[in-house]
C-alpha cells in the first residue's frame, strides 16, 4: 500500500467530552501532526522525490522522453484550463479515490463523494496553478538555471502555497474529515483554525512539495501543470490523513 494513516493514540470513549481545544493541547502540535502524517509516508514520499529527479534527467538526457512527454505538452499549450482540470480530476481525484476504496486504512465514510469533490476541487485549482505557472514563466523566464528555479520555488512555497493555496486547501480538508457534514463542520470548527488545521497543512506542503518543485519548474512550462497534477496526488493524501487525523481526535457526536 502506498500510504497509510497514523493511528490515533486514544479512542473517543477516552477523550469523553474534553472541547477540541484542549483535545488538541494534551495531545500533540499541529507541527507534530504535519510530520506524522509526512513521516508514515516516508518510503513513498523519497520515492516521488527520485522518481521527479529521473524525470528530468530523463528528459534532458534522453531525447525519447522528451518525443513521448512531447503530445502532453501539445495538448496543455492547445486545450489550457481544459486539460489543466481533467489531469487534476484524474490524479488528485480518480487515482486517490481508487485507495480510499479499496484501502482499509484510508477509507472513508463517503469515498465515492470524497474521490468526486477532491477531483472537481483538485481540478479547478489545477486550472489556477497553470495561470499561476504561466505568470511565474512571464516574471522570471523559462530558464532552468538553479537561480530562477530557486526564485519560482520561494513565491510559490512561501506566497501562493502559504498565502493561497493552503489556507484554502485547510477548509476543504477539515469539511472532507467531517464527511462533507457543513453542521458538523460548523459544530466543531476550532477558535484556533490556522494553528490546528492551517499550520499542519503548509508544513506538509513544504517538506512534500519544495522538493518536487525544483524538477516540476526545470521542465518546459506546459508540461509543469500536468507533471505536478502527477506527483501531487500523494500530497492529497497526505491532506486527507490529516483531515481525518484531526477530525478523529473530536468526541463521537455527529451532525449532518
Not at 502524517?37 to 525519447?64: E, H, Q
Not at 503530445?71 to 486539460?83: D, I, L, M
Amino acid at each position: 500500500m502506498w500510504y497509510a494513516v497514523p493511528q490515533v493514540e486514544k479512542t473517543r470513549a477516552e477523550l469523553g467530552g474534553a472541547s477540541f481545544a484542549k483535545t488538541t493541547a494534551d495531545r500533540k502540535s499541529p507541527w507534530r501532526i504535519g510530520w506524522e502524517s509526512v513521516k508514515v509516508n516516508a518510503v513513498p514520499m523519497v520515492v516521488l522525490w527520485a522518481l521527479a529527479a529521473v524525470m528530468v534527467l530523463a528528459y534532458y538526457f534522453f531525447p525519447g522522453v522528451a518525443e513521448a512527454l512531447d503530445p502532453v505538452a501539445r495538448w496543455q499549450t492547445e486545450s489550457g484550463a481544459v486539460a489543466a482540470f481533467l489531469n487534476r480530476l484524474v490524479f488528485n481525484g480518480v487515482l486517490p479515490g481508487i485507495f480510499l476504496v479499496a484501502g482499509v486504512s484510508v477509507r472513508t465514510r463517503r469515498p465515492v463523494l470524497t474521490a468526486v469533490a477532491q477531483g472537481v476541487w483538485c481540478g479547478l485549482w489545477g486550472i489556477v496553478i497553470d495561470r499561476f505557472y504561466l505568470l511565474q514563466a512571464f516574471w522570471f523566464g523559462t530558464g532552468h538555471d538553479l537561480t530562477t528555479l530557486a526564485f519560482k520555488v520561494a513565491v510559490d512555497q512561501f506566497a501562493f502555497s502559504a498565502f493561497l493555496n493552503a489556507p484554502s486547501n485547510a477548509v476543504f480538508y477539515f469539511w472532507a474529515g467531517r464527511d462533507f457534514s457543513i453542521v458538523r463542520a460548523r459544530r466543531e470548527w476550532p477558535a484556533d483554525f490556522l494553528r490546528t488545521e492551517y499550520l499542519p497543512i503548509l508544513i506538509t506542503n513544504w517538506v512534500v512539495c519544495v522538493p518536487v518543485l525544483f524538477a516540476i519548474y526545470a521542465l518546459p512550462t506546459p508540461l509543469q501543470v500536468q507533471i505536478s497534477g502527477v506527483t501531487s496526488a500523494f500530497w492529497v493524501l497526505v491532506c486527507l490523513a490529516i483531515g481525518a487525523r484531526r477530525a478523529s481526535c473530536k468526541p463521537s457526536s455527529r451532525g449532518g
